[in-house]
């Protein structure tokens, strides 16, 4: 699908409106530790305002009288599969066709209806319900027919199996004469995730593997799964589960799931490592290897915007989605939308579309209660480690992290970002290398460790001016320090120590991570004056203020998972002494590797390091030795000895004050944490006079597609059906006019044969008419939007058409009334996909016959997709960023 814009090619975003924000004084955080329930319990006693963890319905008993309901794309489950020859056994997932199968095992319907309440979309790719998914879903359609189907699973797990020398013996697989062992990691601190690995155990047994179970909580995951060799950590299969929003233009969602250039996969390629510290490639299969070294490359190309136009774009992303599918190292399961719940009293609350959680910036800046102050239930306060390189991995760091940081970008509803705290201006672009960087631009060479002037004739792609005078005029860090021009181009410093190999502050896992280093995306950079900068780099794209905020974003990249990249200099000094002296290490995998602590700026033992480096550079008045060149080079006063000593004694201060360094620009300041205690208390940051663009203000609305199918329907019959719309956090519905209805119409082959564009009436209405010549099976899926609500529920139903009948339309629209008061989200348990025949047994006593389920027809092939990308022209203002997926 390609795709036109018409913007302006400078944004300004200073002041928005003058509401001060935000509208509390003091959040209190109570963690419960992985007890659900008693947070619910706790919600419904009054004692907190909000319960932020997404619990099924089904599983609450009960809730207080007068409530709120919000609903969000909160998190995303998939199954996560060790695809390598295993150290600690024979490993069946080592091979395409098993992990393929696991598709036909996981049962997507009866997983959202079961364990998600029917709050939920089933998924077979990395995308559910936002515009991606849209985008993509030629690539998608080839898979459209996977269903549950046991039989078809166990078939080609035989088959496959016997082939590399398994046997199958009285209904149990062996290897070399010992039964064929899965480890599954089970989260046992989350209601869904246990029962469903109850679930794919049962099923897994069935086929005649032995589970064994290796149970934990998230900081046991990041551990087992995440921070250890797969070759060699016992675990085969996990069931995962991703908090992270939807944006626009989200290629960095598939990249992360399905290639391990961002380090999040189990296996290697010829870019990169295993979860970005192992090489594993001897333990691969060929055919892995071959695999995931294209899904990187491709990555790569659409992470370095290696593209010119719209349709290339999409091209590399519907590759990208149909390799992953077919390899399979994820199979993915639903995007859920449980609700949340809070309490009346706890006003102006943002559900958010683009964070995909309750907790993010707008929400901290817009809640309000009477008194001003309001004590809000977390799961967890951390399972993982916060700091600026390589931490935030986990969704409950980074909720509470989203009050002490003022991104900069945002977006609303529609999931188009928008510059916050900095006007951005396109100075020029191109799709080759043609603009001239001056020579006196700046940049950092990472083989010498050097800052130097760009050399001679250095051409560019794209030249941006970056002016932070609405953050700098009207924001300060939590202790007080101004935000100045040093902090900001120590970012960019940071960041290409941290990718240098030579440096004393970088690893492998950080290379991995921040992959542009790969490429020369940042070319140099220029002071213009003591609030603005001009940056050169090779970053296209066809919506040329997005290429700005990319470019920014690879200027400023820190924040591991997080946009909390916004700290003093000074903090980066203190974190860099205690990485550089082995103390801790800026990733899970280095710090397990090296037996020290994953670096965090919340916690005692690490400040207290911190504390020592801070005092040492006080007493010196130490300033960084690159941004004292790019002082000299630039000719522009940064910081001085005086200044730097202040700063430093203003992060003392602070850490002797509150116990924690986190000194970010925030709303609020972090005034207690404690693991201990399970609290953490955050107060309003009294320098904060920042505002945020209306559009990141708006409600999200909800569709909901009222559509019947007839159990047999006509070739050149018509359909009808209506849209319904539901503000979110309301209990009104009225009819939704004006909705987009995208519909494809593809074959029992995967093969799409019709696509329809259409949009609703006055009363929501809409219908679709068949071709005439059908005839047979085919599946119609359904996507509703608009380009202010991006949040989609797409449908697929199963048609079974025969030759043109006289009957002309088969489906009566709904009643058209205004209101209703009902709340439920879109539905997801009224189309069906699968396909069943009579059912057989069989009884297996030796190898030579596959263990015996119910029968169904055979899906379709897994083999690669060729794709073909449909074209529809939308005019738009659009700008958006690229988020990234952290760990529940």
Same mark, same amino acid.
């Given at each position: 699908m390609l795709i036109s814009f018409v913007f302006p090619f400078a944004y300004n975003n200073a002041k928005a409106d003058t509401t001060q924000y935000p509208r509390l004084n003091q959040i209190t955080f109570i963690s419960y530790n992985g007890n659900d329930l008693n947070g619910i319990e706790a919600f419904t006693s009054g004692a907190i305002s909000m319960y932020t963890f997404p619990i099924p319905p089904n599983k609450i008993t009960s809730l207080p009288s007068n409530y709120s309901t919000y609903i969000m794309p909160i998190a995303f489950y998939d199954v996560l599969l060790n695809p390598l020859n295993t150290s600690f056994g024979f490993n069946p997932f080592m091979f395409q066709p098993v992990r393929y199968a696991m598709n036909y095992i996981v049962d997507r319907s009866y997983f959202v209806d079961n364990f998600l309440g029917g709050y939920g979309t089933p998924t077979y790719g990395p995308y559910a319900g936002e515009f991606e998914g849209l985008m993509t879903s030629n690539a998608s359609a080839p898979y459209i027919d996977i269903h549950y189907n046991l039989t078809y699973a166990n078939q080609t797990i035989y088959n496959t199996l016997i082939k590399h020398g398994a046997q199958y013996i009285n209904g149990k697989w062996y290897y070399n004469g010992k039964p064929i062992t899965i480890y599954f990691f089970v989260r046992t601190d989350t209601i869904v995730r246990q029962e469903y690995a109850k679930f794919l155990e049962s099923q897994l047994q069935q086929l005649g593997f032995t589970i064994q179970e290796v149970s934990g909580n998230l900081q046991k995951q990041n551990t087992v799964i995440y921070g250890s060799d797969p070759h060699n950590s016992t675990w085969n299969i996990a069931v995962e589960s991703w908090s992270g929003g939807y944006s626009y233009y989200d290629y960095g969602k598939p990249i992360e799931f399905l290639a391990p250039l961002f380090g999040a996969v189990p296996a290697t390629s010829n870019i990169s490592l295993t979860f970005g510290a192992y090489d594993d490639s001897m333990y691969e299969t060929p055919d892995l290897f071959n695999t995931v070294s294209k899904l990187d490359a491709i990555s790569l190309q659409l992470y370095s915007t290696q593209f010119n136009t719209s349709k290339q774009y999409y091209n590399l992303l519907n590759q990208l989605v149909s390799l992953g599918i077919n390899d399979s190292i994820r199979v993915f399961v639903a995007q859920s939308q449980i609700p949340i719940y809070g309490s009346s009293i706890l006003q102006g609350v943002l559900p958010s579309v683009y964070y995909g959680n309750i907790l993010n910036t707008p929400n901290y800046m817009t809640m309000s209660t009477p008194t001003g102050i309001t004590t809000i239930g977390v799961r967890y306060l951390s399972q993982g480690s916060m700091n600026p390189g390589l931490g935030f991995t986990d969704a409950y760091s980074v909720g509470l992290v989203y009050s002490l940081i003022y991104p900069l970008s945002e977006a609303g509803p529609n999931g188009y970002s928008v510059p916050t705290g900095v006007i951005l201006k396109v100075v020029n672009e191109s799709n080759v290398s043609n603009i001239p960087v001056p020579t006196d631009a700046i940049t950092f060479n990472t083989s010498t460790l050097q800052v130097q002037y760009v050399e001679p004739n250095t051409t560019a792609e794209l030249s941006i001016i970056a002016n932070f005078a609405p953050l700098m005029n009207n924001d300060k860090f939590a202790d007080n320090q101004s935000i100045t021009l040093a902090d900001i181009i120590n970012i960019y410093l940071e960041a290409q120590k941290m990718?240098?190999?030579?440096?004393?502050?970088?690893?492998?896992?950080?290379?991995?991570?921040?992959?542009?280093?790969?490429?020369?995306?940042?070319? %140099?950079?220029? #002071?213009?004056? &003591?609030?603005?900068?001009?940056?050169? $780099?090779? @970053?296209?794209?066809?919506?040329?203020?997005?290429?700005?905020?990319?470019?920014?974003?690879?200027?400023?990249?820190?924040?591991?998972?997080?946009?909390?990249?916004?700290?003093?200099?000074?903090?980066?000094?203190?974190?860099?002494?205690?990485?550089?002296?082995?103390?801790?290490?800026?990733?899970?995998?280095?710090?397990?590797?090296?037996?020290?602590?994953?670096?965090?700026?919340?916690?005692?033992?690490?400040?207290?390091?911190?504390?020592?480096?801070?005092?040492?550079?006080?007493?010196?008045?130490?300033?960084?030795?690159?941004?004292?060149?790019?002082?000299?080079?630039?000719?522009?006063?940064?910081?001085?000895?005086?200044?730097?000593?202040?700063?430093?004694?203003?992060?003392?201060?602070?850490?002797?004050?509150?116990?924690?360094?986190?000194?970010?620009? %925030?709303?609020? #300041?972090?005034? &207690?944490?404690?693991?201990?205690?399970? $609290?953490? @208390?955050?107060?309003?940051?009294p320098n904060f006079n920042l505002s945020l663009p209306s559009v990141v203000f708006q409600i999200p609305m909800l569709y909901t597609l009222n559509f019947q199918v007839p159990s047999i329907v006509g070739a050149g019959q018509t359909l009808t059906g209506q849209v319904l719309q539901t503000p979110d956090g309301s209990k009104v519905t009225t009819p939704a006019p004006n909705v987009i209805v995208y519909a494809q119409l593809v074959n029992s082959n995967g093969e799409v044969v019709r696509v329809y564009n259409v949009t609703t009436n006055s009363n929501g209405q809409f219908s679709f008419t068949l071709p005439s010549g059908l005839n047979g099976k085919y599946y119609l899926r359904i996507f509703t939007y608009t380009y202010q609500n991006i949040m989609m529920d797409p449908t697929v139903y199963t048609l079974l058409v025969v030759p043109s009948i006289t009957t002309t339309t088969t489906s009566t629209p709904p009643s058209t009334s205004t209101t209703t008061t009902t709340s439920t989200p879109p539905s997801t348990s009224t189309t069906t996909t699968t396909s069943t025949t009579t059912s057989t047994t069989s009884t297996t006593t030796t190898t030579s016959t596959p263990p015996s389920t119910s029968t169904t027809t055979p899906p379709p092939s897994s083999s690669t997709v060729t794709i073909v990308v449909a074209v529809v022209v939308v005019i738009i203002v659009i700008v958006a960023a690229v988020l990234l997926i952290r760990r529940r």
């Open positions: 990718l240098s190999p030579n440096s004393s502050i970088s690893d492998p896992a950080v290379e991995s991570f921040y992959s542009f280093a790969m490429y020369p995306s940042v070319i %140099g950079f220029k #002071i213009i004056n &003591s609030t603005t900068i001009q940056i050169w $780099g090779d @970053v296209k794209f066809f919506d040329p203020l997005y290429a700005a905020e990319t470019l920014l974003g690879n200027f400023l990249p820190l924040g591991g998972y997080s946009p909390a990249e916004f700290f003093p200099w000074q903090e980066y000094s203190a974190m860099n002494w205690v990485v550089s002296h082995g103390l801790a290490a800026w990733d899970k995998p280095t710090a397990t590797k090296k037996g020290i602590d994953w670096l965090s700026i919340v916690s005692p033992k690490d400040v207290g390091y911190m504390m020592q480096a801070l005092n040492n550079y006080s007493s010196t008045g130490y300033i960084p030795q690159d941004l004292m060149e790019v002082q000299k080079l630039s000719g522009f006063n940064l910081v001085n000895e005086t200044e730097a000593v202040q700063g430093y004694k203003n992060l003392i201060n602070f850490i002797n004050k509150y116990g924690n360094a986190f000194v970010s620009d %925030g709303p609020f #300041i972090l005034t &207690s944490y404690s693991v201990t205690s399970g $609290g953490a @208390v955050v107060v309003r940051n």
